[in-house]
C-alpha cells in the first residue's frame, strides 16, 4: 500500500488512477474504511467499501478516455481533515464534455491521508476553460 504524506499527493495519485482507468490505483487512494461515501454526478449515495469500488470498477471498464484537468481548487485543512473544493474539467480527446463541481474529503491515518469522500456534480455555470495542455491531469 502507498503511503501518501498529503492531501495534494493524494489527490493527485486520485485523479491519476482515474485517467488511466487504474482500478488497483484507486482503490490504494481510499480508506478502507465502511464510513466511505461517493456520489457521482447525478447519482445516488454510495457509502462503504463494495459500493464504492463496485462504481469505479464500472466507470473504469471502459479503459482511459478522460483526461481531467482541475482549476478553482481551495483546500481547507483542519487537523486530520482535508477538504478540497474544485471544477473536473473532462475532455474526451481535445474536447470539453463536461464540468463538474467536486468537493473531496481526505483523513490521516498511520497509513497517510487517504480519500473518504468524493461528491461530483454538474456545474450549471461552467466556467471557460482553455484546452488541456498535453501531459495529463493538472
Known amino acids: 500500500m502507498r503511503?501518501?504524506?498529503s492531501s495534494e499527493q493524494v489527490e493527485a495519485?486520485?485523479?491519476d488512477a482515474f485517467e488511466r482507468a487504474d482500478?488497483?490505483?484507486m482503490r490504494?487512494?481510499?480508506?478502507?474504511?465502511?464510513g466511505i461515501c461517493c456520489i457521482?454526478?447525478?447519482?445516488?449515495?454510495?457509502?462503504?467499501?463494495?459500493?464504492?469500488?463496485d462504481s469505479w470498477a464500472g466507470i473504469l471498464s471502459g479503459g482511459p478516455i478522460l483526461r481531467v484537468r482541475l482549476s478553482h481548487r481551495r483546500v481547507r485543512?483542519?487537523?486530520?481533515?482535508?477538504?478540497h473544493t474544485l471544477r473536473e474539467n473532462l475532455y474526451v480527446e481535445s474536447a470539453l464534455r463536461g464540468v463538474a463541481l467536486v468537493t473531496n474529503v481526505y483523513r490521516r491515518s498511520e497509513s497517510g491521508w487517504q480519500m473518504v469522500l468524493h461528491h461530483a456534480a454538474p456545474d450549471?455555470?461552467?466556467p471557460d476553460i482553455e484546452p488541456p495542455a498535453p501531459g495529463g491531469v493538472h
Open 124 to 126: 450549471p455555470n461552467p
Open 13 to 15: 495519485a486520485f485523479y
Open 3 to 5: 503511503l501518501y504524506e
Open 40 to 53: 457521482h454526478p447525478g447519482g445516488e449515495r454510495l457509502d462503504g467499501v463494495a459500493a464504492v469500488m
Open 28 to 34: 490504494e487512494v481510499w480508506a478502507n474504511d465502511k
Open 77 to 83: 485543512v483542519s487537523g486530520d481533515l482535508a477538504v
Open 23 to 25: 482500478m488497483d490505483a
